[in-house]
């Protein structure tokens, strides 16, 4: 989500931030459910918004959502997901772990239901939730890269001029279960990690790393900006915790 505008007065901090496992505190929060991620109805779109690589689910299907865990009673709606990667496999995640870089990061971006758009949620406490998971390159052969990754990267080639889009299997998101089932999370409160910065998201960070090959991180560097220049590098500098709580939910 690209946002433009003023970023207001300031609540609680930026992100991303690095996740020290050292000091979080451990809480347990009712279960954690997303439903409609990565069903095979309705279609799917990816496209090149000058900054990244956007995907969104549409046409004929429900909703995809995320409640319960740390989002009280409320419901969030998938709005996209977004991806960062930087110019080497070494860094390209936006938060980190341990001070640990991973390759790139996907980030699926949920407006809570009870604002019914996503520009009412920008100024709002609970406005977002925004589900992290890393992902990590490893040198393997192509036939051994990520197949449910590869309903992705395998049509990256149409969309590395700016504004292009392109259709893409429904399911493209499945990919993100196998994070969702390790056993527990981080999270904390936080910020859009683009302008304006908005201090609107309740951050969910899977730790579990997805594997993917090197040559898919690298198709995401052949993705043009406005000006026709490759994105080497698109992800945001860790923040100041400035005294914020992270958890561990177990």
Same mark, same amino acid.
């Given at each position: /989500? ?31 459910? /997303? ?10 779109? /990816? ?197 914020? /709580? ?5």
């Amino acid at each position: /989500m690209e946002c433009a505008g003023d970023s207001g007065g300031r609540k609680w901090g930026q992100s991303p931030i690095d996740i020290d496992e050292r000091n979080l505190i451990k809480i347990k929060f009712p279960a954690l459910i /997303m439903s409609g991620h990565w069903n095979n109805d309705g279609e799917a779109k /990816m496209r090149n918004i000058g900054t990244t690589v956007r995907v969104t689910l549409e046409g004929n299907r429900s909703p995809a959502t995320i409640q319960g865990g740390p989002l009280a009673t409320d419901i969030y709606e998938l709005s996209e997901v977004v991806f960062r990667w930087g110019s080497s496999n070494c860094k390209g995640a936006e938060h980190t772990l341990n001070g640990t870089w991973f390759t790139m990061e996907a980030q699926a971006i949920h407006f809570n239901k009870r604002y019914e758009t996503i520009e009412r949620c920008w100024h709002e406490n609970d406005g977002l939730a925004i589900c992290s998971y890393f992902l990590q390159a490893y040198q393997v052969p192509t036939w051994d890269e990520h197949p449910s990754f590869s309903k992705i990267t395998d049509d990256l080639y149409k969309i590395t001029q700016y504004n292009s889009y392109t259709k893409i299997p429904a399911n493209c998101l499945s990919w993100m279960r196998q994070a969702c089932q390790t056993p527990g999370y981080y999270s904390y409160l936080g910020s859009l990690t683009t302008f304006p910065h908005y201090e609107c998201a309740t951050w969910i960070v899977f730790p579990e790393p997805v594997r993917i090959s090197e040559n898919q991180a690298d198709l995401f560097r052949m993705i043009r900006n406005k000006e026709g220049r490759c994105i080497k590098d698109n992800c945001r500098d860790v923040q100041k915790l400035n005294g914020r /709580m992270v958890y561990y939910v177990n």
